[in-house]
C-alpha cells in the first residue's frame, strides 16, 4: 500500500531524498517513519515524524538525513546528506499508529534501493 522512491547509486558526500506515498491509506491518520536493511543485516530504525511533525532519528541519522511530511500530497520524505557507504541498503517507509507502535506494527512500503559508492 506504500510506494518508496527515489533511491538510486550515489557517490559518497552526495545527497538523496527518498518520497514515500500512499494510494490506500491516509498519511494525516498515522506516524510515519523510514527504515533500512543493509545486507545480512537486522532491519533498523532511520527516522520518524508524529503527526504533529515531531521528529526522531536514530544515532546515525542525526545531523545527516531530515524526514518530513506532506499531509496534502499524502507523501513522507526522507532527505540524506553526506551520505557515506555505509548507509548502502534497501529503505522502506512505515505508516503506523504511533512512533513508539511502528517498529512492530503498520504498514511497509515496498522498499528503494540506496547504493553508495566510496
Known amino acids: 500500500q506504500l510506494q518508496a522512491s527515489g533511491g538510486g547509486l550515489v557517490q559518497a558526500g552526495g545527497s538523496l531524498r527518498l518520497a514515500c506515498t500512499s494510494s490506500?491509506?491516509?498519511?494525516?491518520?498515522?506516524?510515519l517513519g523510514w527504515f533500512r536493511q543493509a545486507p545480512g543485516k537486522d532491519r533498523e530504525f532511520v527516522a520518524a515524524?508524529?503527526?504533529?511533525?515531531?521528529?526522531y532519528y536514530e544515532d546515525f541519522a542525526k545531523g545527516r538525513f531530515s524526514i518530513s511530511r506532506d499531509n496534502a500530497k499524502n507523501t513522507v520524505y526522507l532527505q540524506m546528506n553526506v551520505l557515506k557507504p555505509e548507509d548502502t541498503a534497501v529503505y522502506f517507509c512505515?505508516?503506523?499508529?504511533?512512533?513508539?507502535?511502528?517498529?512492530?506494527?503498520?504498514?511497509w512500503g515496498q522498499g528503494t534501493q540506496v547504493t553508495v559508492s566510496s
Open positions: 490506500g491509506i491516509t498519511f494525516e491518520d498515522y506516524a
Open positions: 512505515r505508516a503506523g499508529t504511533t512512533v513508539a507502535t511502528m517498529t512492530s506494527q503498520g504498514y
Open positions: 515524524i508524529t503527526y504533529r511533525g515531531g521528529t
